[in-house]
């Protein structure tokens, strides 16, 4: 009797595809595509490379708005056994990553698309939530076909293959899809990708393929705008800022709460011994550009500072820049364990551990690290509170204006 059944829903499902054309399933997908303006769906996606093989449970909500912009707002948890890898967010402003196993928050800026669109597994999301169209017959397919119908859930569904090449001055892409689509809903039940990468010139060739399965679907369900947002400040999550824009816009606030000891005011000069017991006078330094670095031993921004200030003193220091590293909160820690510090750290520059609420209360430091560039007539010409990877890349440049 079971096998009657299915036999008879196979035999429909012929006549239904059959009493349909190419053309006119692709009609009602593409206006279906449109009329998608947000989901939420869960689907469970298999990824595969010659390598490894990989599968996940994905709960996606998106939301499409009237801007130009080609991605919708959307929120992507990705769950491997139950337990979740990372959660993505877009609001159209910011993109956000959450790894679950650091508990690091990456962000980046939406003038950086091109950075984090790598970072969003594409063929893994549901075709409608970054298509308008599903299917464009005026794009040159090498091949789109209907192939053999099928049922999934109890509803008919018909399945689509596109075979297509694209190719640029460096590589070409091969791409072969497998659209099953339901003739009720038209929907896309299943998805199947196999993408080769291959670069010109070359017999190297990157195979990747996605096998997706849409369990549950959701359309056009209400979100509220705050529901694509990553708000930092409630959020348990170390943030990081990635792209350049975000980088700048971080360094920016840092400046706001920058020691008011600054830009133009003559640096108060002092006298002292480093680790290496070398007598260290700010006076004496005259004539050169001399950076000034508060930090402490513990500062995780601190080390990282330490150690961008001895790749630049190593490039500088023939064109006359001093680095002076120096510790007001660690000055009760014996010489050996301060000097194994400076050791581990491979620091060739002077770094010298001061009395507290001296040399820090003049430069009115109240946060590390901190930094401040005296110029060769011993006037402050830079200084920044905080740290971020634009470090390097602001200290050289006003290393530069200052020689």
């Known amino acids: 009797m079971k096998r009657i059944i299915v036999t008879g829903i196979l035999i429909l499902s012929g006549m239904l595809s059959q009493a349909q054309s190419l053309d006119e399933i692709i009609a009602r997908c593409n206006q279906t595509a449109r009329q998608t303006n947000s989901a939420y769906y869960e689907a469970m996606v298999e990824v595969k490379t010659r390598q490894s093989k990989h ?27 139950n337990l979740p890898d990372y959660r993505q967010f877009y609001d159209q ?3 956000t990553v959450i790894d679950y196993a650091t508990n690091v928050a990456k962000q980046y800026k939406k003038e950086d698309a091109d ?20 299917f464009d017959k005026k794009k040159e397919y ?20 596109i075979r297509k090449q694209e190719k640029n001055k460096t590589t070409w ?8 689509i339901g003739l ?15 670069k010109q010139g070359t017999h190297d060739t990157v195979q990747k393929s996605y096998d997706v399965h849409f369990l549950r679907l959701d359309i056009n369900a209400a979100f509220s705008d705050n529901h694509f947002d990553f708000r930092s400040d409630k959020s348990p999550y170390t943030l990081q800022y990635m792209s350049y824009s975000a980088l700048k816009e ?9 020691s008011t000891f600054a830009y133009g005011n003559r640096a108060v000069s002092f006298r002292l011994k480093d680790c290496n017991n070398e ?16 930090y402490y031993n513990s500062c995780s921004p601190c080390i990282q500072m330490l150690a961008d200030l001895e790749k630049i003193y190593q490039a500088y220091k023939e064109k006359g820049v001093e680095v002076v590293a120096l510790n007001p909160i660690d000055n009760g820690s014996d010489n050996e364990q301060f000097n194994k510090f400076v050791k581990r750290n491979r620091l060739n520059y002077h770094v010298c551990s001061v009395q507290r609420n001296t040399i820090e209360e003049i430069y009115l430091v109240y946060s590390y690290p901190t930094i401040f560039l005296v110029d060769k007539k011993g006037k402050i010409r830079f200084s920044h509170q905080g740290y971020n990877a634009l470090f390097p890349l602001e200290v050289e440049k006003a290393i530069r204006k200052a020689l």
């Open 250 to 258: 971080q360094w920016k606030m840092q400046e706001k709460d920058q």
């Open 184 to 198: 009720s809903s038209y929907q896309p039940m299943a998805v199947q990708s196999e993408i080769k990468t291959c």
């Open 173 to 180: 892409i091969d791409k072969h899809e497998v659209y099953t």
């Open 279 to 294: 007598v260290v006078s700010l006076e004496e330094m005259k004539g050169k550009v001399v950076i000034l670095a508060f």
């Open 115 to 134: 950075i984090f669109e790598r970072e969003i597994e594409v063929h893994a999301l549901h075709p409608y939530m970054m298509k308008s169209k599903l």
């Open 55 to 81: 599968k996940y449970l994905h709960k996606v909500s998106f939301k499409k708005t009237k801007t130009r912009q080609h991605l919708p707002k959307f929120s992507i948890m990705q769950l491997h056994n």
């Open 93 to 95: 402003r910011n993109f």
């Open 142 to 161: 090498e091949q789109i076909a209907l192939l053999n119908d099928t049922v999934i859930n109890g509803e008919i569904c018909c399945k689509i293959e």
